[in-house]
């Protein structure tokens, strides 16, 4: 059965990321996902009160837990830190775990009833495993306000900003549009996203990352 809860943004982002038919995470630049996810996690801290973060760092505001687990792990690893460091080493730490991070994210989402775990066979060997929506209800709510707020001049809920930012880096964003929405949305997508610091900083990780990786794979 599904819980009332809201979804976290890490969930309604994760979620976003399915593929619908194939149950399969869309494929995405690398390290896009793995930041993105970790970009959410600040991001939940910022909206309860528990961290903030301006040009320079990231600081905590107070250590309360939120009772959310996946989202107070980081805060206790902010405040262990004894340096005061910016948000993009912040998103590249927590950013580590990659996979083992998403999958406990899904895990969740199968286990609220919002996606069902299904085992699949590649060439009739190979083991893998997809998540298929149970009713599809959580993430067409998403896609929903995400259209709204896109086809409209109305100052959107940060919480809706954030998701914007965080789709718009990961280039999942415009895998949801068509060709002539994606020109006509471009400014607006990208208005919404610069309203927050902290998407501008994931932007920037994010290319950051990239350029390492591409660097690193001519120089070995």
Not at 19 to 24: H, L, V
Not at 34 to 52: K, P, Q, T
Not at 130 to 139: L, N
């Given at each position: 059965m599904?819980?009332?809860?809201?979804?976290?943004?890490?969930?309604?982002?994760?979620?976003?990321?399915?593929?619908?038919?194939?149950?399969?995470?869309?494929s995405?630049?690398?390290?896009?996902?793995?930041?993105?996810?970790?970009?959410?996690?600040?991001?939940?801290?910022?909206?309860?009160?528990?961290?903030?973060?301006?040009?320079?760092?990231?600081?905590?505001?107070?250590?309360?837990?939120?009772?959310?687990?996946?989202?107070?792990?980081?805060?206790?690893?902010?405040?262990?830190?004894?340096?005061?460091?910016?948000?993009?080493?912040?998103?590249?730490?927590?950013?580590?775990?990659?996979?083992?991070?998403?999958?406990?994210?899904?895990?969740?989402?199968?286990?609220?009833?919002?996606?069902?775990?299904?085992?699949?066979?590649?060439?009739?060997?190979?083991k893998?495993?997809?998540?298929?929506?149970?009713?599809?209800?959580?993430?067409?709510?998403?896609?929903?306000?995400?259209?709204?707020?896109?086809?409209?001049?109305?100052?959107?809920?940060?919480?809706?900003?954030?998701?914007?930012?965080?789709?718009?880096?990961?280039?999942?964003?415009?895998?949801?549009?068509?060709?002539?929405?994606?020109?006509?949305?471009?400014?607006?997508?990208?208005?919404?996203?610069?309203?927050?610091?902290?998407n501008?900083?994931l932007?920037?990780?994010?290319?950051?990352?990239?350029?390492?990786?591409?660097?690193?794979?001519?120089?070995?």
């Amino acid at each position: 059965m599904t819980s009332p809860t809201r979804l976290t943004l890490a969930e309604e982002l994760v979620l976003i990321a399915l593929d619908d038919e194939s149950g399969s995470l869309l494929s995405l630049p690398p390290f896009s996902l793995e930041v993105a996810i970790a970009a959410s996690l600040l991001m939940e801290l910022e909206l309860a009160g528990r961290v903030d973060s301006d040009e320079d760092k990231l600081f905590v505001i107070s250590p309360s837990p939120t009772g959310v687990a996946i989202v107070d792990e980081p805060l206790e690893e902010i405040v262990a830190e004894s340096r005061q460091l910016p948000t993009s080493a912040w998103l590249r730490r927590l950013a580590s775990p990659g996979p083992v991070l998403r999958e406990r994210i899904i895990g969740g989402l199968v286990d609220r009833g919002v996606l069902r775990s299904v085992e699949k066979r590649l060439l009739w060997v190979f083991k893998t495993r997809v998540y298929p929506p149970i009713s599809g209800i959580e993430e067409s709510e998403v896609r929903s306000r995400i259209m709204t707020l896109l086809n409209n001049d109305e100052i959107p809920d940060t919480r809706d900003a954030l998701l914007i930012g965080l789709l718009r880096a990961t280039g999942i964003m415009y895998r949801l549009l068509s060709s002539t929405e994606r020109e006509r949305l471009r400014d607006r997508i990208d208005q919404i996203a610069n309203l927050e610091g902290i998407n501008r900083a994931l932007s920037a990780t994010i290319s950051e990352l990239l350029i390492e990786l591409t660097s690193a794979s001519f120089h070995p």
